[in-house]
């Protein structure tokens, strides 16, 4: 999302004076480009990089201020652009008229710094929230078409066996098996739902943390055991090589989440009869660890999209396990929230290793 360091204002007048003035103030903190007339200012409006802000003078020969913001507001790839508008006059009427064809503020001349400033900061700030709002949307019609497309098909499983279960004269062993599916089928969808729910939560920016000093030796080992019969049940050899590390502070309940999505990650992706290894250690600014599988490896062109939502790479799961496509997007986040880092190591066919650094938060 755009930071105000990044933002990119069109300043147009047909006064050299003015541009100069504004382009001092602006300069050091956004990138200013300028257009000198209506024409200009159209051109350059729709030529990429795209303006996140418009200042623009009312008063200039040909086509006015107003007549540019109209064009502007017509047009689908200019229409959102906040435009304010420059001007000497003092007429509420003029103010009526920029107003109704989408203008955001007025900047009046001649210009005082510090309310120039501002007004900008102000319609920033407001554009980011827009385009947050936005993408939270996206994000929220994402979420309802993913749990409406993968969750139909476990609960027509659920409804159907337990039909089964209730019409049919079953033997033992069968009511035994359909039972079991409808547990697997269950956990696929609480696992699914739960996913959903970490996502929207630290997207909305409502992700809590409850950091405490704890033996990060200790909480891999609980959660390693955690997977024992998962990694049994494919004959995975699950290796664990710990250094002593000191105490360090982090959220033990966020901080299992990453471990179980990287161990179930590695174990869903590895053939029989691999190894997956735990490791541990510390250097002088972090605690670290990793989990290393022999699985297929990750091609370099899919590294970038790893931790992004929804995503759906080459590798598929070795023993028919679902995948939500959401999980390395959690554990990106956790690592952030706790100023971490999360690197990866690949090489096709021969596995990958997932290493994540923990800085001291106490110390800091």
């Known amino acids: 999302m755009m930071g105000e360091e990044s933002a990119k204002i069109l300043v147009v007048d047909d006064e050299k004076t003015n541009i100069d003035v504004l382009v001092g103030l ?26 996140d802000l418009i200042l623009l003078d009312i008063i200039m020969p040909e086509m006015d201020g107003f007549e540019v913001c109209r064009h502007l507001r017509s047009h689908p790839e200019t229409s959102q652009i906040p435009v304010i508008f420059i001007t000497g006059m003092n007429n509420p009427a003029d103010e009526t008229k920029g107003l109704e064809l989408g203008a955001v503020d007025f ?40 749990a409406a497309h993968d969750l139909r098909n476990p609960l027509n499983s659920i409804c159907g066996l337990s039909d089964m279960l209730l019409n049919l004269k079953l033997t033992e062993e069968e009511q035994r098996r359909f039972i079991q599916t409808i547990h697997n089928v269950g956990t696929q969808m609480s696992n699914l739902i739960n996913d959903l729910l970490d996502v929207t ?36 050899h699950m290796h664990y090589k710990p250094t002593p590390t000191r105490t360090i502070t982090f959220d ?25 290894t735990v490791s541990s250690g510390q250097d002088a600014d972090h605690i670290w660890f990793a989990v290393q599988d022999q699985g297929p490896g990750i091609p370099e062109e899919e590294h970038s999209r790893l931790f992004g939502a929804f995503q759906k790479l080459s590798a598929r799961p070795t023993g028919k396990e679902k995948s939500t496509g959401l999980g390395l997007s959690i554990v990106k ?25 923990l800085p001291d938060l106490i110390k800091e």
């Open 26 to 51: 602006l300069h050091d903190s956004y990138k200013v480009f300028i257009a000198k007339n209506g024409q200009q200012a159209l051109k350059r409006a729709r030529t990429d990089p795209v303006p």
């Open 107 to 146: 900047i009046r001349k001649p210009f005082v710094p510090n309310v120039v400033l501002a007004r900008i900061r102000t319609q920033l700030e407001l554009l980011r929230q827009r385009v947050r709002l936005i993408e939270l949307n996206q994000l929220k019609n994402k979420f309802l078409g993913m």
């Open 201 to 236: 939560v630290i997207e909305s920016g409502q992700f809590d943390m409850h950091l405490k000093p704890g033996n990060l030796t200790q909480l891999l080992q609980s959660r390693m055991e955690l997977f024992r019969f998962a990694a049994e049940k494919k004959s995975i």
């Open 252 to 276: 033990e309940d966020r901080l299992a989440q990453v471990i179980d999505n990287l161990l179930g990650n590695a174990i869903k992706f590895s053939n029989p009869g691999t190894q997956v």
């Open 333 to 357: 986040k956790i690592c952030d929230a706790h100023r971490g880092t999360i690197i990866v190591t690949s090489e096709l066919g021969k596995g990958s290793v997932f290493r994540v650094n």
